[in-house]
């Protein structure tokens, strides 16, 4: 049997809490896990680093789409396997790979599921598991504040993207693979490892995680009748649709902007930034998923 470790953010909450979990496990024979408690997602990579030093090879992450990153962050490159017990409030990782919110079905799936190698992205040199994106998504993710998210689950993402359609655009220069891709105004640069992203939104429809490539958008809409165009084509069956919305794959992108432009890295918040390097790792983690043999 696989050595088993819990590294849980305390904050969150599915079913039972992680007195179930810890029951759920021991109930499969797993009675002793190396268990490790954080109360924010960012203290996680350290945590996690004891467990591999320990001997762990199944890490079960407790927690959101914030917890899931770090520990993404964190396994490139080791032996041990990740298994999802989606406790946060988007989930999307979870979501994208079919792990539902339950603990008795993620726990079967930890230990029971199929064992694949998927890939990552990263931005600047940190990775992410479901998607990167700079202005008007980072924005969206920044005014979705936690207590808004216990107040409203998802509808909080819904309302943040209301208050931001009026931002300003910025001039983006990017390359894709060495060559220059996208010239002009930007109120949003997205980068995909999965296809959907915050409130349900499909924004990738042909994305995969396993081909070694990065879905790649642009939008460059500008006030609310411009973004609620490009919304509606996303409800009826495609972002790509949209005339404000350019879409292309690749394994890496370099883009430069005009000024300074919060961005963010699967629902986490990070320092506005000018350049950013973009690449894909292709199978660089091995993920619990769905599918029993």
């Known amino acids: 049997m696989s050595a088993v470790a819990v590294v849980a953010h305390s904050g969150k909450s599915l079913d039972g809490g992680l007195d179930e979990l ?6 499969r024979g797993v009675l002793n ?22 001997g762990a090879d199944l890490i079960f992450v407790w927690g959101g789409d914030g917890m899931v990153q770090r520990c993404v962050d964190t396994l490139v490159g080791s032996n041990a396997s990740l298994a999802i017990v989606p406790a946060g409030t988007a989930n999307l990782f979870a979501a994208n790979v079919g792990i539902p919110r339950s603990i008795q079905t993620a726990v079967e799936i930890g230990l029971n599921g199929t064992r694949r190698a998927v890939d990552v992205g990263s931005v600047n040199g940190e990775r992410f598991a479901v998607m990167a994106g700079v202005g008007f998504d980072a924005r969206v993710i920044r005014d979705a504040t936690p207590h808004m998210k216990d107040a409203l689950g998802r509808m909080a993402y819904v309302w943040a993207a209301t208050k931001n359609v009026r931002m300003d655009t910025f001039k983006a220069r990017i390359e894709v693979d060495g060559s220059d891709w996208y010239r002009g105004d930007a ?19 042909d994305a995969h995680s396993d081909d070694g490539l990065l879905e790649i958008g642009v939008a460059s809409a500008d006030g609310i009748l411009q973004w ?53 790792e292709a199978t660089a983690i091995s993920v619990c998923l769905p599918g029993f043999s």
């Not at 190396?34 to 467990?51: G, H, M, N, Y």
């Not at 949003?188 to 349900?200: K, S």
Request: charged content about 35%; some cysteine; aromatic content about 8%.
């Open 22 to 27: 810890r029951a759920a496990l021991a109930q």
């Open 33 to 54: 896990p190396i268990w490790l408690e954080v109360d924010k997602s960012s203290k996680a990579p350290k945590q996690l680093r004891r467990a591999l030093d320990k």
């Open 228 to 280: 609620g165009r490009t919304f509606a084509r996303s409800a009826l069956g495609s972002t790509r649709k949209s005339p404000f919305v350019h879409m292309t794959k690749g394994r890496r992108v370099d883009v430069r902007l005009n000024r300074k432009v919060l961005y963010e890295l699967d629902g986490g918040e990070r320092n506005k930034r000018k350049e950013f390097h973009v690449e894909a």
């Open 187 to 205: 109120s949003c640069v997205l980068f995909g490892n999965v296809g959907r992203a915050f409130a349900g939104i499909e924004v990738f429809d």
